[in-house]
């Protein structure tokens, strides 16, 4: 008895290799070969690229988060003593260069935090003010690098340093005074008397992100800790490290270094809810294009099943001469999975280039547009950039093979079953 041929043998290839080139006057189905291509093909592109879109909102979403803002925030649990609650941390100086030195922490900042109201010449805004170092807010690229700046930031520690688009709000250039009214003052017999200070504006910054130009002010520490009464103390110290997605071991020593009253408040604590809203809104994206990476697979189907009809007689022929079931299966198995593969191939380039391209992309809209983008970004619409993130890559080029190669097991299939004797009847 004749040895049978390994699996996928080297004629399996070059038989299916033929049948794929063969013309529709010849019996092929190259037309439906080359729909299936660039079904699939732009089926897969379409997943990349959104795919790479959303992970680019996401990165451009967390940079703006902690370009402006601390990846970790050291506070203190409150405590009522003598009737009053407390949660200041009066020991910051001895602190700070204790967390500052743990593995991992880039920065560590002593803070003071309250929201005011801003008033120049009866233009009034509400403000969050953040006491902070010079040196310190240094370290914080959206604002000591912000997209464009008015003033010195090297005068910070003679003034305030104000959003630009408070400023606006509120009619101020550099070397505007500015009063800052806390409704947290003295207590008199008369009720509590709010707390009243000009600052002279000395630094405009525009970081792009709304929810800081909107309303952020930064004052000196020692300014704001007067001006706020936190005479000797703060209200947490903000850190900033060196990989901002390696949370868990810093919680931990902030927990070992700052006593059983200390405790980490993160950016993804913080945010949280907006980052798990993204998450979900990638697993549905994926599912809606991977039901259309399914449908692009199907044409890989009714393209075989054409070929099986048109080869009937090949495939008779085929038996007689001694091929198994096993090796017609795989012969047209390796038909619909040349389509499939080559076609997730060539989208996961096009989504590739797609990604690198993105900025000439949106400059192309914005011209046949005439100036649409533009337009949109002057009112506050994002357009993000585009990231490609090896997971995603693996997961669409995955979900577009196991589909293209699980569907073609079925006309192939049909394909092996042939009876040769029925294929022959008629030739």
Known sequence: MAAQPAPFARFEWMIAWRYLRAKRATGGVSVMTWISLIGITLAVFALVATLAVRAGLRADFVDAMLGGNAHVEVRYVR?????????QIRDYAELTPRIEAIEGVADAAPLVRAQVMGSYRGNNAP???YGIALEDLREYPLVAQAETQEGSLDRFDEGMAIGSQLAAQMGVVVGDRVKLI?????RTPLGITPRISAYEVVYIFSTGQPFMDQ????LPLAEAQSFFNREGAVDQIDLRLIEPENLAPVVAAVREVGGPRAYGWTWQDRFGGMLRALQLQDNAIFIVLGILVLIAALNIVSGLIMLVKNKGRDIGILRTMGLSEGSILRIFFLCGAWVGTLGTVLGIALGALFAANIDGIYRLVNTITGNGVTDLEGRGFIFPSAVLVPGDVAAAAALSLALSWFITLFPARRAAKMNPVEALRYE
Do not use: I, L, W
């Open 215 to 218: 309303s952020r002010v930064y």
């Open 182 to 186: 806390s409704p947290d003052g003295p």
């Open 79 to 87: 405590v009522v003593e003598d009737g009053r609650s407390d949660a």
């Open 127 to 129: 403000a969050d003010v």
